[in-house]
């Protein structure tokens, strides 16, 4: 890369004293160190016309051990890093100096920023032509907003790239030693919201159907309305001893967890005081946990 630097330099030395290449002395290198690319650009161009890449990313679970190397990457050499709320310090820590940080988190029973907000920063920020890290917990696809925000930067004609990330449906169910699948008894899934925005005119989670379509269920942000959820799934036919597990801040250092049974669920939630971020699996699967699991939970904690 240094020879490459330099070469570029003696370039454009030499188009100062070249005759018929006067040109040349007014284009401006640009290199990209993270990705090795080498634009040659008019400098008026490089500078008012060319909009920053957006770069939605996952930071996966909370455990700064299970961020990608891409991710990571991307981090340490973005120009502005916009993230969520369950981010832990330790992850945008490595940001490097000159990094421009925006907080744009969402959580329950907190001031939050609108959606609409958000997508307005994204594109400021890209039309001044800065590449942007859009930072989200666990994979920028599930249950994030993710596709929400792409749509609006394709609309705006704004490049991106999606990296993705470990969501925390699944790392929470390994990390207490269930496995979400299971030749001898779970051979479906479903990842499912427990938090429908209050915008949808007509929800589309039927939890009574769910009750008898799946083995197993992943619940995300579905806390706060355990006991309908519970409820609804006894209507529509699932048995009441059904294995339930509840994780809270999964592969950190505050995880909490607890097992009972369906009729159980809300009452046991309530009685040890789970409360978000927390995810909750119910199904044959749970019937799978394994109880040797020695996976080693991260020092480090969420931000408040």
């Not at 040109?23 to 640009?30: G, N, T």
């Not at 988190?105 to 307005?120: D, H, T, V």
């Not at 499912?192 to 992943?218: I, P």
């Not at 942000?221 to 699932?238: S, T, V």
Request: net charge positive; charged share 20%.
């Amino acid at each position: 890369m240094l020879s490459l630097i330099l070469s570029l330099r003696r370039v454009k030395k030499e188009a100062n004293r070249i005759l018929f290449l006067p040109f040349l002395s007014k284009f401006s290198f640009k290199i990209n160190i993270a990705t090795t690319e080498v634009h040659l650009l008019p400098y008026s161009l490089m500078e008012n016309n060319v909009s920053g890449i957006v770069y939605l990313v996952g930071a996966g679970p909370g455990d700064p051990e299970l961020i990608t190397v891409k991710a990571l990457r991307l981090i340490r050499s973005c120009k502005v890093l916009v993230h969520d709320a369950l981010i832990p310090k330790e992850i945008l820590e490595e940001a490097n100096a000159e990094c421009e940080i925006f907080y744009v988190g969402k959580r329950a029973g907190c001031k939050s920023f609108l959606q609409s907000e958000i997508n307005s920063l994204l594109l400021k920020l890209s039309n001044e032509g800065k590449d942007i890290v859009r930072l989200k917990g666990g994979d920028p696809f599930v249950f994030s907003r993710g596709g929400e925000e792409v749509s609006f930067l394709e609309d705006n004609g704004i490049s991106f790239e999606i990296v993705p990330g470990i969501t925390s449906g699944i790392a929470a169910s390994s990390y207490f030693g269930i496995p979400l699948t299971h030749r001898n008894g779970a051979s479906s899934v479903t990842f499912v919201t427990g938090h429908e925005t209050l915008e949808k005119k007509e929800k589309s989670v039927n939890w009574k159907q769910l009750a008898t379509t799946s083995d197993s269920l992943v619940i995300y942000m579905g806390i706060r309305n355990i006991e309908f959820i519970a409820n609804e799934l006894l209507d529509g036919g699932m048995n009441n001893k059904t294995k339930c597990a509840v994780v809270q801040e999964a592969t950190l250092k505050n995880q909490k967890t607890l097992m009972t049974d369906l009729s159980n669920l809300a009452r046991i939630i309530t009685k040890n005081k789970i409360r978000p971020p927390a995810i909750v699996i119910i199904g044959k699967i749970v019937d799978f946990k394994v109880n040797n699991n020695i996976t080693k939970l991260s020092q480090v904690n969420l931000q408040n």
